[in-house]
């Protein structure tokens, strides 16, 4: 069974513009949720989708949004990025029957220059 | 919202040692409490995980005991080996919630031969 897949897993972009990471779940799990990891914050939680609908968001500004397909594939996206917005951001699958266990994908590391 | 925190940041054991890592948390409400190590450059996995209704799971060399009136709960890893060196992470999640994990700030552990 393949696990959580993300692409890409380096991102070089420069302050003001905007970025897509995208996360594949493990087959069959319909819930995805998505965390920011900094050195300095730890793991922060950022949104989670289920069944196409965003279920839960964290304390982010607006311009971080995400969105799930039908297929469960989901995506992150920031735009106007800034210098803090660098970390690496992790996606998690599950597989939606009551508190189970979440899956991390391997991250994408974002550098903002 | 819920808040998780963890202690210690860092802690150094020699192998063979005992460790543990305590982590409290503000919503009573929290009912389910995952346990994730990892590695360096690598993604965080699972390692054990504890529902409210249990006061202690345990898992070969690991253990976690959960403390609900005084809303906190802890990893025990014995006999300790140098591959338990990571940071470890407890995290905390409410059904109503589900699938937003409030992460700790993470405990650094350094197993020494």
């Known amino acids: 069974k393949a696990g959580v897949t993300q692409t890409p897993r380096y991102l070089i972009k420069t302050r003001g513009q905007q970025v897509t990471l995208s996360c594949s779940p493990i087959?069959?799990?319909?819930?995805v949720s998505w965390y920011q990891q900094t050195p300095g914050q730890g793991l922060q939680f950022l949104f989670e989708?289920?069944?196409?609908?965003?279920?839960n968001k964290g304390n982010f500004p607006g311009r971080f949004s995400g969105r799930q397909f039908s297929n469960s594939r989901s995506e992150m996206n920031v735009s106007t990025l800034e210098l803090g917005d660098s970390a690496l951001y992790l996606c998690?699958?599950?597989?939606?029957?009551?508190?189970?266990?979440?899956?991390f994908g391997q991250g994408t590391r974002l550098t903002v220059v | 919202g819920e808040n998780v925190e963890q202690h210690p940041s860092t802690l150094s054991v020699q192998e063979g040692d005992s460790a543990v890592i305590k982590c409290t948390y503000s919503?009573?409400?929290?009912?389910?409490f995952p346990w994730y190590k990892q590695e360096l450059g690598k993604r965080p996995q699972l390692i054990i995980d504890?529902?409210?209704?249990?006061g202690e799971k345990k898992d070969q060399r690991i253990a976690v005991t959960l403390n609900k009136t005084a809303k906190h709960f802890s990893l025990h890893i014995t006999e300790t080996q140098p591959e338990d060196s990571a940071v470890y992470f407890c995290?905390?999640?409410?059904?109503?919630?589900?699938?937003?994990?409030?992460f700790g700030a993470g405990t650094q552990v350094v197993v020494t031969p």
């Open positions: 998690a699958s599950s597989s939606a029957q009551g508190n189970t266990e979440a899956f």
């Open positions: 087959s069959g799990h319909r819930s």
């Open positions: 989708y289920f069944s196409e609908t965003q279920r």
């Open positions: 919503d009573s409400a929290s009912n389910y």
């Open positions: 504890i529902r409210s209704n249990v």
């Open positions: 995290a905390a999640s409410i059904t109503d919630s589900w699938g937003k994990l409030q």
